[in-house]
Nanobody, 115 residues
Framework: QVQLMESGGGLVQTGGSLRLSCVTSGTIFSINTMAWYRQTPGKQRELIASITDSGTTNYADSVKGRFTISRDSAKNTVWLQMNSLKPEDTDVYYC?????????WGQGTQVTVSS
């Protein structure tokens, strides 16, 4: 069982920055992928960024050059640094952990970017 604790969401102006954090606890396997998703209620959840245990990252085209995902596997923590935020980035952001056939979600944190 894995639990994910998110923090860092909030309200920010266009062009501002936020840093989301996700701390995992429980039985953490060394081979895993951490990721950030976002979802508007009633819409499909979208993968924003992911990072593997080896450090390989990938980003959605909409956030490339603006968002950076990083992790400290020893502390089972993943961050999402969000810069140059736009109103279209407004959404609920979810932390995700996956390994083999298991996956777990965070509770979600609201990010609101005002015009």
């Amino acid at each position: 069982q894995v639990q994910l604790m998110e923090s860092g969401g909030g309200l920010v102006q266009t062009g501002g920055s936020l840093r989301l954090s996700c701390v995992t606890s429980g039985t953490i396997f060394s081979i895993n992928t951490m990721a950030w998703y976002r979802q508007t209620p009633g819409k499909q959840r979208e993968l924003i960024a992911s990072i593997t245990d080896s450090g390989t990252t990938n980003y959605a085209d909409s956030v490339k050059g603006r968002f950076t995902i990083s992790r400290d596997s020893a502390k089972n923590t993943v961050w999402l640094q969000m810069n140059s935020l736009k109103p279209e980035d407004t959404d609920v952001y979810y932390c995700h952990y996956s390994t083999f056939s298991y996956n777990f979600w965070g509770q979600g944190t609201q990010v609101t970017v005002s015009s």
